[in-house]
């Protein structure tokens, strides 16, 4: 597991770039995180950082959290979250780590929590095309139909495709593009949609994959440079013509 950070998500607008295209990104804000702890090999048989973010009253904290705050003479955190890491003299405890940790990434993963749709049939659950809108059907227009077998093997098998509770898991999409960030202001603007609600925190981290893919500044300026390409040539037969 790569280093991340914990941010909140504000919702959705939309960047204009210089050649004029519209982009849609989802604008999220990010507090500095404060490593809590330093963990070594020795302790527990990996190198690792504990990091904490997010403001929360001391009044909300149990007993237990607070004598470990206390310890380390840090306010409190809303989230603690351990990354592993692979050289542990780089970092220090009490060490801030924000957007600058992105600083040089062009793509990112992002995990959060999806929105909860509550209990769904199986026609939006699954996208099943449910049974004839017309004849021969009687109240079984969005049902799923048989989901057993005879009397061997007797049961509905573990995993079958039914109704029931849809979304409120946590998803992961990766390679999302970075359209932009603001250090001051801590805002990071990712091209297209992430999981969950306004207001809901995602983490955020370094991309698992390598990745290939040209961003939309460099597809957009190649496309430009054909243009102008096109246009020169143009130009040129015009002006031996004339």
Do not use: C, W
Not at 166 to 176: A, E, H, S, V
């Amino acid at each position: 597991m790569t280093i991340g950070l914990i941010g909140k998500k504000i919702g959705m607008t939309r960047k204009f770039i210089d050649s004029g295209i519209s982009i849609p990104v989802t604008v999220l804000f990010i507090e500095k995180g404060r490593i809590i702890d330093v963990i070594k090999k020795e302790q527990r048989g990996y190198d690792a950082i504990r990091v904490g973010f997010g403001k929360i009253k001391n009044s909300k904290l149990t007993k237990q959290m607070r004598g470990v705050f206390s310890k380390k003479t840090t306010e409190p955190k809303k989230f603690l979250k351990e990354f592993r890491v692979d050289n542990i003299s780089e970092f220090k405890e009490g060490n801030e780590i924000g957007l600058e940790l992105f600083k040089d990434q062009k793509f990112v993963d992002v995990t959060a929590r999806t929105l909860g749709k509550g209990f769904a049939g199986v026609m939006k659950r699954y996208n099943f095309s449910g049974g004839k809108a017309s004849h021969g059907v009687s109240v079984s227009h969005r049902a799923h139909g048989s989901t057993g077998q005879n009397q061997d093997p007797g049961k509905v098998f573990k995993g079958k495709k039914m109704a029931g509770h849809m979304g409120d898991k946590m998803r992961t999409i990766q390679n999302l593009e970075i359209i932009e960030s603001e250090q001051e202001s801590g805002l990071i603007f990712i091209k297209g949609s992430v999981p969950g609600s306004k207001n809901s925190y995602v983490l955020i981290q370094k991309p698992a994959k390598k990745i290939i893919n040209k961003t939309t500044f460099e597809k957009t300026n190649t496309i430009v440079t054909k243009v102008d390409k096109k246009v020169s040539q143009a130009d040129l037969q015009k002006t031996k013509k004339d």
